[in-house]
């Protein structure tokens, strides 16, 4: 059976619903982790830090996630020691320990 052979005129539905999205604390810190990487491969590493400490600011839980939230302070440890700042990049390594 067809539209048209039920007798019908138009199609007259609710307009669609948007999408709306919610994002996990490790989702989001994800996707700030892949946007620092792009950011370290093209060597920003002013952009790449700001990226990876936007990551570790989601407030991951580090017991949970623990290799992630290391993998997020060794990569941000490595490019604050591109940026020349030592004692941050050894907070940081000190920390994913």
């Known amino acids: 059976l067809s539209v048209p052979t039920l007798g019908w005129q138009v199609f007259t539905a609710p307009e669609p619903v948007p999408v ?6 490790a989702a989001a810190a994800r996707s ?4 620092g990487n ?8 002013k952009d790449a830090e700001s990226w990876y400490s936007q990551a570790l600011a989601c ?12 993998m997020l302070l060794s990569n941000r440890s490595e490019t604050r020691m591109k940026l020349e700042d030592f004692r941050g990049a050894a907070d940081d390594a000190d920390a994913a320990l």
């Open 20 to 25: 709306v999205r919610y994002y996990t604390e």
């Open 32 to 35: 700030f982790k892949e946007r």
């Open 38 to 45: 792009c950011a370290f491969q093209r060597r920003d590493w």
């Open 59 to 70: 407030k991951m839980d580090p017991v949970e996630y623990a290799e992630p939230f290391a």
